[in-house]
């Protein structure tokens, strides 16, 4: 029924126009159908951290500044220049004249004080964002095209924030309305297209932005975007999806796991695109304040227990790797903590034999009557996420740990976050800064995982606020050290953004935190 739906909405519009592709030459016109696997239940960027549904939302909403992926550069985009204070603490940014948002208001200092002022109030339902204004004490606006951000400490972090879809700018129209609303409704942005309408849990529409002419000093093109319009659509059934690319009746899809390698390169009219993304890898985020978590010597033997690289060998895209840190390797500032992670199945039945926990009938262990057995929710936004919770589900009942699955809706993700009820979570968070650990991980936070108040909390505040590079080194590592050391979250496997793309699609471009750009693309 999927195939057929997909079928229905067409996306063999090759749209015509000026110029033609025999050369290679870049044509403007068209409609690129993207097949995902999840929708995450609202369409406002600030809010949504999915990303099947950040694909989408990245294209309607401009940043401050841009990164390259190459070099984790911050180069121009909104901002044609900006100032950091010696101390780190005011931000100074000079935007380019004449950038509208889609309903025509004007993209200028006041602009950004609204969205960095409202930010701060979505509280919880934008974690990502209210993490990179922490300590955010106002914008002042000199001019209509100055915006001075400050903030009450040092804050390294913020200018790579900026160029992020969490800080994208909003129009006022949007800023006001509330956090629900703007879900519902969607917003308005400055991007290079505009929101054409969606359908919950089916598809999301983008129609190009006519007259845009301020994108990102990265971009190849000037001007508006390639494509006319640009369908995602929602096919939760990883087969349905690459039988769908392979057929030719969609043009790209998320989401590629092992398992659908074969199928795709045997059609010989697709392309795989990879790329590691920056920030947390996948994890089973433990909540430290269940009563069976508590035990760090649970913790630690659960963390143990993961042969890491037969999970990679077995799920993973190609290229995949197992986690060496709780930050993936691409990341700044990554270090090396591999020798904690190291599979060691009989040091994890060591220490939960030491911890009292002894091995029932059944092979799951026990201790004064209670059940060794953790409930690990997990969203399917990712093809690779069950067949990966499976395996760990073998590998822990082998040394006596129970795992039970439960599978919840993608829309569900932040209410399950702050209400506290689950045992574990899969998934990751992607950014390129290792300040995502300050964002997830601190008692002064959203945290998430409820850890307690330790010598973590002073070592994230402090690296957020240090601008020496070596220094930010040493404390990022020493947070490295003892995220893993306490095993708060047990790292797995880094996620490897893999997506399958049609031949006659060119110039999908992956941006810094391996999520897609649509700007230069275009189809011939």
Same mark, same amino acid.
Not at 218 to 223: I, P
Not at 351 to 371: K, Y
Not at 506 to 524: C, P, V
């Given at each position: 029924?999927?195939?057929?739906?997909l079928?229905?909405?067409?996306?063999?519009?090759?749209?015509?126009?000026?110029?033609?592709?025999?050369?290679?030459?870049?044509? %403007?016109?068209?409609?690129?159908?993207?097949?995902?696997?999840?929708?995450?239940?609202?369409?406002?960027?600030?809010?949504?951290?999915?990303?099947?549904?950040?694909?989408?939302?990245?294209?309607?909403?401009?940043?401050?500044?841009?990164?390259?992926?190459?070099?984790?550069?911050?180069?121009?985009? &909104?901002?044609?220049?900006?100032?950091?204070?010696?101390?780190?603490?005011?931000?100074?940014?000079?935007?380019?004249?004449?950038?509208?948002?889609?309903?025509?208001?004007?993209?200028?200092?006041?602009?950004v004080?609204?969205?960095?002022?409202?930010?701060?109030?979505?509280?919880?339902?934008?974690? &990502?964002?209210?993490?990179?204004?922490?300590?955010?004490?106002?914008?002042?606006?000199?001019d209509?095209l100055?915006?001075?951000?400050?903030?009450?400490?040092?804050?390294?972090?913020?200018?790579?924030?900026? @160029?992020?879809?969490?800080?994208?700018?909003?129009?006022?129209?949007?800023?006001?309305?509330?956090?629900?609303?703007?879900?519902?409704?969607?917003?308005?942005?400055?991007?290079?297209?505009?929101?054409?309408?969606?359908?919950?849990?089916? %598809?999301?529409?983008?129609?190009?932005?006519?007259?845009?002419?301020?994108? %990102?000093s990265?971009?190849?093109?000037?001007?508006e975007?390639?494509?006319?319009?640009?369908?995602?659509?929602?096919?939760?059934?990883?087969?349905?999806?690459?039988?769908?690319l392979?057929?030719?009746?969609?043009?790209?899809?998320?989401?590629?796991?092992?398992?659908?390698?074969?199928?795709?390169?045997?059609?010989?009219?697709?392309?795989?695109?990879?790329?590691?993304?920056?920030?947390?890898?996948?994890? &089973?985020?433990?909540?430290?304040?269940?009563?069976?978590?508590q035990?760090?010597?649970?913790?630690?033997?659960?963390?143990?227990?993961?042969?890491?690289?037969?999970?990679?060998?077995?799920?993973?895209?190609?290229?995949?790797?197992?986690?060496?840190?709780?930050?993936?390797?691409?990341?700044?500032?990554y270090?090396?903590?591999?020798?904690?992670?190291?599979?060691?199945?009989?040091?994890?039945?060591? &220490?939960?034999?030491?911890?009292?926990?002894?091995?029932?009938?059944?092979?799951?262990?026990?201790?004064?009557?209670?059940?060794?057995?953790l409930?690990?929710?997990?969203?399917?936004?990712?093809?690779?996420?069950?067949?990966?919770?499976?395996?760990?589900?073998?590998?822990?009942?082998?040394?006596?740990?129970?795992?039970?699955?439960?599978?919840?809706?993608?829309?569900?993700?932040?209410?399950?976050?702050?209400?506290?009820?689950?045992?574990?979570?899969?998934?990751?968070?992607?950014?390129?800064?290792?300040?995502?650990?300050?964002?997830?991980?601190?008692?002064?936070?959203?945290?998430?995982?409820?850890?307690?108040?330790?010598?973590?909390?002073?070592?994230?505040?402090?690296?957020?606020?240090?601008?020496?590079?070596?220094?930010?080194?040493?404390?990022?590592?020493?947070?490295?050290?003892?995220?893993?050391?306490?095993?708060?979250?047990?790292?797995?496997?880094?996620?490897?953004?893999?997506?399958?793309?049609s031949?006659?699609?060119?110039?999908?471009?992956?941006?810094?935190? @391996?999520?897609?750009?649509?700007?230069?693309?275009?189809?011939?």
């Open positions: 029924m999927a195939a057929l739906a079928t229905a909405c067409g996306s063999g519009d090759s749209g015509t126009t000026d110029g033609g592709a025999a050369d290679g030459t870049a044509r %403007s016109g068209g409609t690129l159908t993207f097949a995902v696997g999840s929708y995450a239940g609202c369409v406002d960027p600030h809010q949504v951290a999915s990303n099947d549904t950040i694909y989408a939302l990245r294209q309607i909403v401009d940043s401050l500044t841009d990164q390259d992926p190459s070099t984790g550069k911050i180069v121009p985009w &909104l901002a044609e220049r900006w100032e950091v204070s010696a101390d780190a603490k005011t931000f100074t940014f000079h935007l380019r004249p004449g950038v509208t948002f889609s309903d025509g208001s004007a993209v200028d200092a006041q602009a004080k609204e969205n960095f002022d409202a930010a701060r109030k979505l509280g919880a339902k934008a974690s &990502l964002a209210t993490g990179y204004l922490s300590g955010y004490v106002g914008t002042e606006t000199p209509d100055t915006a001075v951000v400050s903030f009450e400490q040092p804050n390294a972090q913020f200018l790579q924030a900026t @160029s992020t879809f969490s800080l994208g700018l909003v129009a006022g129209s949007s800023v006001r309305k509330t956090a629900d609303q703007r879900c519902t409704d969607g917003v308005v942005g400055s991007g290079p297209f505009v929101l054409g309408g969606y359908v919950a849990n089916q %598809s999301i529409t983008l129609v190009k932005r006519k007259g845009y002419d301020w994108g %990102s990265l971009w190849r093109k000037t001007g975007a390639y494509l006319d319009k640009v369908l995602f659509t929602v096919v939760p059934e990883a087969g349905v999806r690459t039988g769908s392979v057929s030719g009746q969609v043009d790209a899809i998320g989401s590629v796991s092992l398992a659908d390698e074969a199928a795709l390169k045997a059609g010989g009219a697709v392309n795989l695109q990879t790329r590691a993304n920056p920030g947390v890898v996948f994890n &089973l985020g433990l909540n430290n304040s269940k009563p069976l978590l035990d760090v010597a649970v913790r630690q033997a659960i963390q143990v227990a993961l042969d890491r690289q037969q999970i990679v060998d077995t799920v993973y895209p190609t290229g995949s790797k197992p986690a060496t840190s709780i930050l993936a390797h691409t990341t700044p500032y270090g090396d903590v591999s020798p904690q992670l190291t599979f060691d199945a009989a040091k994890a039945k060591s &220490l939960l034999d030491t911890a009292g926990w002894q091995v029932g009938g059944d092979g799951i262990r026990t201790r004064n009557g209670t059940r060794l057995s409930s690990v929710g997990w969203f399917a936004n990712a093809a690779t996420n069950q067949p990966t919770l499976e395996l760990i589900q073998q590998q822990l009942k082998a040394v006596g740990v129970e795992i039970t699955l439960k599978e919840l809706q993608i829309a569900q993700i932040t209410q399950v976050q702050q209400s506290g009820d689950f045992d574990a979570l899969w998934g990751n968070i992607t950014r390129a800064d290792p300040d995502i650990l300050r964002s997830t991980y601190s008692t002064a936070l959203a945290n998430t995982y409820r850890l307690t108040a330790g010598a973590l909390d002073p070592v994230l505040t402090e690296q957020a606020a240090t601008v020496d590079p070596a220094k930010r080194q040493a404390l990022v590592n020493q947070a490295q050290d003892l995220i893993v050391r306490n095993a708060h979250v047990i790292p797995v496997v880094e996620l490897t953004t893999a997506l399958g793309v031949k006659k699609v060119h110039d999908l471009d992956f941006e810094a935190s @391996s999520r897609i750009q649509l700007h230069d693309t275009w189809k011939s």
